[in-house]
């Protein structure tokens, strides 16, 4: 018997317990969680309607994940509502049925900050599908993780085995959403099927508890990433301060054009207001040797995903006008000026 039928209710409106935890059913993806304290034989399969769930969790307590507890105090209050409070929840004979794939396949492990970094450089443009998601690309020893909106770009590089398999395939945005809101600790175990067409993403939060999502890619080409990131060799580089700059740019955005947001950094930074009056200007952090315009909020969040004690900005010597690259030692993050000079 279906889920739906037994419970006059569709899929995805309902979460599921288990015997084996919590899973959240949907056209996108399943969701899966294994509380750290999750009681041993659970007797039946339960299905709450996601509506009502938020009335068997404490008043306040579902901020982190919206879908699912975050805590094991959490699950073991949901649990105990939900062996006395029946109205809630519908008996059911079995779960949605879903896939696991098992780790006899293409493999990876990888940090799960990255990750969770590189989501915050994504686009929203459903023109551009592909631009929506993370790009996992693994070539010889290493894995490239990429994301961009096409005004700001991050590429990090981490060492892996030389497995001789070549593959890419981009993880949805609600996929790793989910990783973010859940608090992870440490790496993510991600498989994928051979042709790479299905993905399952699994890992450990701060509480103990097991998380997995098992997805679909987006179907669609990554752009060339190594195309338009420059060679750092050919580039000229500073160190910079980025907790300055990120301060100094918020206070130029305030006085600049309320839709360009334009500074114009040249030894200085300086705003113009809508009358191209000029409303900031102080000298820059660091002296960086570039001569540019760039959208304030955009490069001020290109410093602020900067870390590390040596962060430094790369710029083209020839051409001060050119894209600038600032990397921490792990992350390279390039930033497109908004006015590009011949």
């Given at each position: 018997?279906?889920?739906?039928?037994?419970?006059?209710?569709?899929?995805?409106?309902?979460?599921?317990?288990?015997?084996?935890?919590?899973?959240?059913?949907?056209?996108?993806?399943?969701?899966?969680?294994?509380?750290?304290?999750?009681?041993?034989?659970?007797?039946?399969?339960?299905?709450?309607?996601?509506k009502?769930?938020?009335?068997?969790?404490?008043?306040?307590?579902?901020?982190?994940?919206?879908?699912?507890?975050?805590?094991?105090?959490?699950?073991?209050?949901?649990?105990?509502?939900?062996?006395?409070?029946?109205?809630?929840?519908?008996?059911?004979?079995?779960?949605?049925?879903?896939?696991?794939?098992?780790?006899?396949?293409?493999?990876?492990?990888?940090?799960?900050?990255?990750?969770?970094?590189?989501?915050?450089?994504?686009?929203?443009?459903d023109?551009?599908?592909?631009?929506?998601?993370?790009?996992?690309?693994?070539?010889?020893?290493?894995?490239?993780?990429?994301?961009t909106?096409?005004?700001?770009?991050?590429?990090?590089?981490?060492?892996?085995?030389?497995?001789?398999?070549?593959?890419?395939?981009?993880?949805?945005?609600?996929?790793?959403?989910?990783?973010?809101?859940?608090?992870?600790?440490?790496?993510?175990?991600?498989?994928?099927?051979?042709?790479?067409?299905?993905?399952?993403?699994?890992?450990?939060?701060?509480?103990?508890?097991?998380?997995?999502?098992?997805?679909?890619?987006?179907?669609?080409?990554?752009?060339?990433?190594?195309?338009?990131?420059?060679?750092?060799?050919?580039?000229?580089?500073?160190?910079?301060?980025?907790?300055?700059?990120?301060?100094?740019?918020?206070?130029?955005?305030?006085?600049?054009?309320?839709?360009?947001?334009?500074?114009?950094?040249?030894?200085?930074?300086?705003?113009?207001?809508?009358?191209y009056?000029?409303?900031?200007?102080?000298?820059?952090?660091?002296?960086?040797?570039?001569?540019?315009?760039?959208?304030?909020?955009?490069l001020?969040?290109?410093?602020?995903?900067?870390?590390?004690?040596?962060v430094?900005?790369?710029?083209?010597?020839?051409?001060?006008?050119?894209?600038?690259?600032?990397?921490?030692?792990?992350?390279?993050?390039?930033?497109?000026p908004?006015?590009?000079?011949?």
């Amino acid at each position: 018997m279906s889920a739906a039928k037994a419970n006059a209710l569709p899929i995805e409106s309902a979460l599921f317990l288990t015997k084996d935890g919590f899973l959240r059913s949907t056209v996108e993806q399943n969701i899966y969680c294994r509380p750290a304290d999750f009681p041993e034989g659970m007797p039946a399969v339960y299905c709450v309607e996601l509506k009502r769930f938020k009335d068997l969790l404490p008043s306040g307590s579902v901020e982190v994940l919206p879908i699912l507890p975050a805590t094991p105090e959490k699950f073991a209050f949901l649990m105990g509502r939900a062996k006395y409070e029946g109205e809630n929840l519908h008996h059911i004979d079995d779960a949605p049925d879903h896939q696991i794939i098992g780790v006899e396949k293409k493999s990876l492990r990888l940090p799960a900050d990255v990750l969770i970094k590189s989501l915050k450089f994504v686009g929203n443009d459903d023109l551009r599908p592909a631009m929506q998601g993370v790009n996992i690309r693994k070539v010889a020893a290493s894995v490239a993780i990429e994301a961009t909106d096409a005004h700001r770009l991050i590429q990090t590089i981490i060492p892996a085995e030389d497995t001789g398999e070549e593959f890419s395939y981009i993880i949805p945005p609600n996929t790793l959403k989910v990783l973010a809101s859940s608090k992870p600790n440490g790496e993510i175990l991600i498989n994928a099927t051979e042709d790479a067409r299905r993905i399952s993403l699994s890992w450990t939060d701060q509480y103990g508890n097991g998380w997995g999502v098992d997805t679909l890619p987006i179907d669609a080409i990554y752009p060339n990433i190594e195309a338009v990131m420059p060679d750092l060799s050919s580039l000229k580089s500073a160190k910079v301060s980025p907790s300055k700059w990120v301060e100094a740019l918020k206070v130029a955005e305030k006085g600049s054009n309320p839709v360009t947001k334009q500074v114009h950094v040249n030894g200085r930074i300086t705003a113009e207001d809508l009358e191209y009056n000029t409303a900031f200007s102080v000298p820059s952090p660091d002296e960086t040797g570039i001569d540019a315009h760039f959208n304030a909020s955009i490069l001020g969040f290109c410093f602020s995903m900067m870390d590390g004690e040596d962060v430094r900005l790369h710029y083209n010597p020839e051409n001060k006008a050119r894209a600038v690259v600032l990397t921490d030692g792990l992350s390279k993050v390039l930033c497109m000026p908004v006015v590009v000079k011949p």
